[in-house]
């Protein structure tokens, strides 16, 4: 039910922008996770169903910017200035509920993941 897309290969300092296209349902919380190879799946950010409440794991804010289009069904994650350490398998998730929770244990629906790669 949900499709991310718009990873790829991306020099550091470069642009990227994710979409995550869900369908048969709309979502009231939606998120962006990412998982380095090696390491756990992490929180990266949520927004609510309104767009009004948002929030940013810290080495993201300021350089990403979550958003949806309701009338598409569909959430993004506009990312500037990459680094390396950007590079991981970006996954979008999806809750009926309004909790803006960071853990993934707490999110039902998850999509399939889009490689993020970031040179140096």
């Known amino acids: 039910q949900l499709q991310a897309s718009g990873g790829g290969l991306v020099q550091h300092g470069g642009s990227l922008r994710l979409a995550c296209a869900a369908s048969?349902?709309?979502?009231?919380?939606m998120a962006w996770f990412r998982q380095a190879p090696g390491k756990e799946r992490e929180f990266v950010a949520v927004?609510?169903?309104?767009?009004?409440?948002?929030f940013y794991t810290d080495s993201v804010k300021g350089r990403s910017t979550i958003s949806r289009d309701n009338a598409k069904n569909t959430m993004y994650l506009q990312m500037h200035s990459l680094r390396p350490e950007d590079t991981a398998v970006y996954y979008c998730?999806?809750?009926?509920?309004?909790?803006?929770?960071?853990?993934?244990?707490?999110?039902?629906?998850w999509g399939q993941g889009t490689q993020v790669t970031v040179s140096s």
């Open positions: 048969g349902r709309t979502f009231n919380t």
């Open positions: 927004i609510s169903r309104t767009g009004g409440s948002t």
């Open positions: 998730a999806a809750n009926p509920g309004l909790l803006l929770t960071r853990a993934p244990a707490e999110y039902a629906y």
